[in-house]
């Protein structure tokens, strides 16, 4: 048996081999089998990206078009998921909503064939094809509306801009939303991916994998921190209150959502094409107030923590580029997770093909031989 120290976090810990994607966090250098983001980003559209890091390669153009059309067939999902959504609280978080979704979709794909490759792929075209959709239903029905059905002559990225907001997209806002996806796909063990191999692990459903991965990317120190940094640019206001706000917040030891990274220690390279699409969008439907206050807490916190790697993550631009699509705030997790449900596929695919369970261990730090006390006499 291996012994090694306790790290918290478990920093530095290799928790798989994988051939998925590669980070260099000095270099800011991002790449899905062995292809730099900003190429990817360029070039690619996130049905291809998700094909890539799913099955490895590049598809044909047949491949891709193939997996297009099964992905297209698949986006309507079944009424009595739709009837269940209509029942959760219009209160309740987006995030939750799916999750649970997610969930009771393995209900409906009980059986479980894990070594059939018909099996992987009808999970994988069902997964990525219906969670845009029970996003989008579930922020219509909240709002007392009912669900708009996917439109069969739009792209992944346009139809779900359709379904959320009951028109056609302009075409580059749906471009641009697919890039967003593509940026979002796939992170090395993050935490949310981790979960899901952990859950793999298991030898359960990849419905079980999706919910556990999505209830886990929902915190405000990994998917969640998008929705935060928009309310925290609400709460500075201006570019006035930048200084001192990020002053008070270092004062308390209290985070600056949108900064650091356990890997990253120069700007996240994705922060930087979410930048550029950000003011794309705003070139060509006005500015946004909140992308000086943004630019200005950029430059401060550089200023004030630098020095520890501590520069803006992907969820620090991200809110922009979706408010200015006129995303709302609270469906900016649920978008980061339509996108990465790629990635965790593709760990649970790749966990699949070596699986051992996960089972680490811990360091005891409690008491021993400590007798029972009745009741009555605590
Ligand atoms: C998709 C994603 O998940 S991207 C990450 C999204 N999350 C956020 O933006 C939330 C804000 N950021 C953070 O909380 C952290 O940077 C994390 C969770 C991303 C990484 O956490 P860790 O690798 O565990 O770093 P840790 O929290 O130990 O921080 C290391 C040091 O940097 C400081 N630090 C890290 N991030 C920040 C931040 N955002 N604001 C202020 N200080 C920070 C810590 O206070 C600590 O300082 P110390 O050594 O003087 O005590
Ligand atoms: O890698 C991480 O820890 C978090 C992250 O950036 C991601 O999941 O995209």
Redesign the pocket.
């Known amino acids: 048996m291996i012994v090694c120290e306790y790290r918290p976090?478990l920093?530095g810990i290799p928790a798989a081999q994988s051939s998925i994607s590669f980070v260099d966090g000095q270099k800011g250098l991002l790449e899905y089998r062995g292809i730099r983001i900003e190429e990817l980003a360029e070039k690619s559209t996130f049905l291809e990206t998700a094909y890539l890091l799913i099955w490895g390669e590049l598809p044909t153009a047949e491949e891709l078009a193939a997996f297009e059309d099964e992905v297209r067939h698949h986006r309507r999902i079944k009424y009595r998921i739709r009837d269940m959504m209509k029942s959760f609280p219009e209160s309740g978080h987006p995030m939750d909503a799916l999750q649970a979704s997610a969930a009771a979709l393995g209900l409906f794909y009980a059986r479980r064939d894990l070594d059939n490759p018909v099996y992987i792929r009808d999970a994988v075209v069902r997964l990525l094809a219906t969670i845009p959709t029970m996003v989008a239903a579930f922020q219509l029905m909240r709002k007392g509306n009912d669900p708009v059905r996917p439109n069969d002559d739009l792209d992944y990225a346009a139809n779900f801009l359709y379904m959320l907001n009951e028109k056609e997209p302009d075409p580059l806002a749906a471009r641009i939303f697919d890039v967003c996806l593509i940026l979002h796909a796939e992170?090395t063990m993050?935490?949310s991916t981790f979960s899901a191999r952990v859950t793999a692990s298991t030898l359960t459903d990849p419905y079980a994998v999706v919910a556990s991965a999505v209830g886990t990317l929902g915190g405000?120190?990994?998917?969640g921190?998008n929705e935060?940094?928009i309310q925290m640019l609400e709460e500075i206001g201006s570019v006035e209150n930048v200084r001192p706000y990020i002053e008070d917040?270092?004062q308390q030891?209290?985070?600056?959502?949108?900064?650091?990274?356990?890997v990253y220690k120069v700007k996240?390279p994705r922060a930087m094409i979410l930048q550029n699409l950000a003011e794309k969008l705003f070139a060509k439907f006005g500015n946004d107030k909140f992308y000086d206050i943004a630019q200005e807490m950029e430059r401060v916190?550089e200023e004030k923590?630098g020095h520890?790697g501590?520069y803006p993550?992907?969820?620090?631009y991200s809110g922009l580029v979706y408010r200015k699509l006129g995303i709302p705030t609270d469906l900016f997790t649920p978008i980061?997770a339509i996108a990465r449900v790629a990635g965790w596929l593709a760990h649970w695919k790749e966990q699949l093909a070596e699986n051992r369970i996960f089972r680490p261990t811990q360091v005891y730090n409690g008491r021993h031989d400590i007798p029972y006390t009745a009741i009555d006499q605590r």
Do not use: T
């Open positions: 976090g920093e992170h993050n935490a405000p120190l990994h998917g921190a935060e940094v917040k270092l030891k209290a985070k600056i959502m949108g900064f650091g990274h356990r996240d916190v923590l520890k501590i993550n992907v969820d620090f980061f």
